[in-house]
């Protein structure tokens, strides 16, 4: 680990790359803990801000919407955005469907779209939540229609610059901007969950015995949490190969040109499947939230809501469901199969064609099956955890589901990039004097 940091350092390009990205990161933390003006911040608690979609939201965000700060919205609006404009370029939108072949000048104009997009869903997303908010906790110093403007205005400025941030990142940095300001928020959020949790669990003025009983309770947490972790970076690291030949004719033989394999990840549908699970079960939640309790208001709260046994059953069927839909919109059977055809591809023991598509299809629901389970597993830990184990509520929420996937696949491609970048070799031409 030492040599690795000392490589990182000693590579004149990723230091400065490693440096550009820690500044960004700051600026966004700094704009984090600055809460918009003609907000009360006394009116926010962590209850209101934590519960239903506000919590996804949050999350994305990186813990700012509870403070209504100037980054309240996060990237939640682009990556909204972005998997709408996705899932319209698959054949839905000719234009769209056009320019995801026309390579990198099709992308940019996708690109110019999805901010188009991005800045509605901020505008429409920072008014539902100031009107929301305002009615349910009076957030708001005055109630006029200008303060409402002027709330919104700034959320949706905080966001397209968060956008930027990102993309900054992406290009002069190092890993993924976007993702990589989701992984700051819910880190940045982890030592003060941890000492909550210390505090609760160790009690120190019930006598030696009972400190140590606590003490020895939280170092069972803690290694508890670590083999999860190393459970969700295996799974993220795990494949299923898939070996593929290529032939290339000479005169009347045939002989093979070059062998390699195909890649399909256990979970390849990564933390969506877990993020719209919990989106489709809030929205209706948050919703009645603030309407006026009847008793159809509570059985649908109680349906809807997660740590209750029906919901948690809805919850993970919504998961397995979701897993199945993503893994396959994100890998296309059908296109695989007419590439390899196109440049003389095949898998060992397949037809080409209709049989190799069912043969990648039937693979991909299958290691699907296995994935989803996974995914069944981290999305049941921070429920199943405070049940169980009461004091351990605040970190559960933090470390399990959503944001263990996220943090630790994040953390996994920055690592991977930064070693492809101190291993690349660089070449310099010949001058001729």
């Given at each position: 680990m030492l040599d690795f940091f000392k490589n990182v350092f000693k590579k004149g390009e990723l230091r400065h790359r490693i440096i550009f990205t820690l500044g960004m990161l700051f600026i966004f933390r700094l704009g984090a803990a600055v809460t918009i003006p003609s907000i009360n911040a006394d009116a926010l608690t962590a209850g209101a801000a934590n519960s239903g979609i506000l919590g996804i939201m949050n999350m994305l965000g990186g813990g700012m919407l509870e403070r209504f700060s100037i980054f309240s919205l996060g990237v939640s609006p682009y990556i909204t955005a972005s998997i709408i404009i996705e899932l319209l370029s698959m054949d839905v939108i000719p234009i769209l469907t056009q320019w995801q072949k026309e390579g990198n000048t099709g992308k940019k104009k996708k690109d110019k779209v999805t901010r188009y997009v991005t800045l509605v869903l901020a505008a429409i997303q920072g008014g539902s939540l100031t009107y929301a908010f305002d009615k349910g906790y009076n957030i708001l110093s005055s109630s006029s229609i200008w303060t409402y403007v002027y709330v919104v205005v700034v959320m949706m400025a905080g966001s397209m610059f968060a956008m930027w941030i990102g993309d900054q990142i992406t290009q002069k940095g190092i890993g993924n901007g976007t993702s990589l300001l989701i992984f700051t928020g819910i880190v940045s959020n982890l030592p003060s969950n941890f000492i909550t949790t210390f505090n609760n669990v160790v009690t120190l003025d019930k006598g030696a015995q009972?400190?140590?009983?606590?003490?020895?309770?939280?170092?069972?947490?803690?290694?508890?949490?670590?083999?999860?972790?190393?459970?969700?970076?295996?799974?993220?690291?795990?494949?299923?190969?898939?070996?593929?030949?290529?032939?290339?004719?000479?005169?009347?033989?045939?002989?093979?040109?070059?062998?390699?394999h195909m890649p399909i990840k256990i979970n390849s549908s990564g933390v969506i499947p877990v993020i719209f699970a919990s989106s489709v079960l809030a929205a209706p939640r948050t919703i009645i939230s603030f309407m006026k309790a009847t008793s159809t208001t509570k059985m649908i709260d109680t349906i809807l809501n997660y740590q209750q046994p029906v919901g948690f059953c809805l919850y993970l069927i919504m998961i397995v469901l979701f897993a199945f839909f993503y893994s396959n919109l994100q890998i296309d059977a059908h296109k695989i199969s007419d590439d390899l055809k196109k440049n003389g591809g095949s898998i060992p023991g397949v037809r080409t064609g209709k049989d190799t598509e069912r043969f990648i299809s039937t693979v991909l629901n299958r290691v699907t099956v296995v994935g989803s389970i996974f995914l069944l597993i981290i999305a049941a830990i921070p429920i199943m955890t405070p049940v169980i184990w009461e004091q351990t509520s605040n970190a559960a929420i933090s470390l399990g589901g959503t944001g263990l996937i996220i943090v630790t696949g994040v953390a996994l491609e920055t690592t991977k990039q930064i070693k492809t970048l101190i291993t690349r070799k660089e070449y310099h031409g010949y001058i001729r004097k």
């Open positions: 009972t400190a140590t009983l606590g003490i020895l309770w939280y170092i069972l947490f803690v290694i508890v949490y670590l083999a999860i972790v190393i459970f969700v970076v295996f799974n993220e690291g795990a494949v299923r190969k898939i070996p593929i030949i290529y032939a290339t004719s000479s005169n009347t033989k045939m002989r093979t040109k070059d062998s390699t």
